[in-house]
């Protein structure tokens, strides 16, 4: 069955980075866009990283365009992303998602906690 497991996330300093990990089983990974998503208390999941199957066109959002990097291993089936210059406000569960025949599979995401 498909899964996508996230890993990576912790505590962070502001100013600091992060790399989180999403590992992908039970699909082949190299035809599908792989995303991440956030989602703080009380907000709204938001898209912060997309990145096509061939790897070639990514997708970010302004809050964190030139701080976030999404990038994808096919021989590792792994995507991951690559946070820098971090803030407070980036503060969130951080999820990992493919969609597959119109049916979304998330991941169960993983805490980043950026705190001085």
């Known amino acids: 069955q498909v899964q996508v497991v996230e890993s990576g996330g912790g505590l962070v300093q502001p100013g600091g980075s992060l790399r989180l990990s999403c590992a992908a089983t039970?699909?082949?990974?190299?035809?599908?866009?792989m995303s991440w998503y956030r989602q703080a208390p009380g907000k709204e999941r938001e898209l912060v990283a997309a990145i096509t199957s061939t790897g070639i066109t990514t997708n970010y959002p302004d809050s964190v365009k030139g701080r976030f990097t999404i990038s994808r291993h096919s021989a590792k089936n792994t995507v991951y992303l690559q946070m820098n210059s971090l803030k407070p406000e980036d503060t969130a569960v951080y999820y990992c998602?493919?969609?597959?025949?119109?049916?979304?599979?998330w991941g169960q995401g993983t805490q980043v906690t950026v705190s001085s």
């Open positions: 998602k493919v969609r597959i025949m119109d049916r979304d599979y």
């Open positions: 039970g699909f082949t990974f190299s035809n599908y866009v």
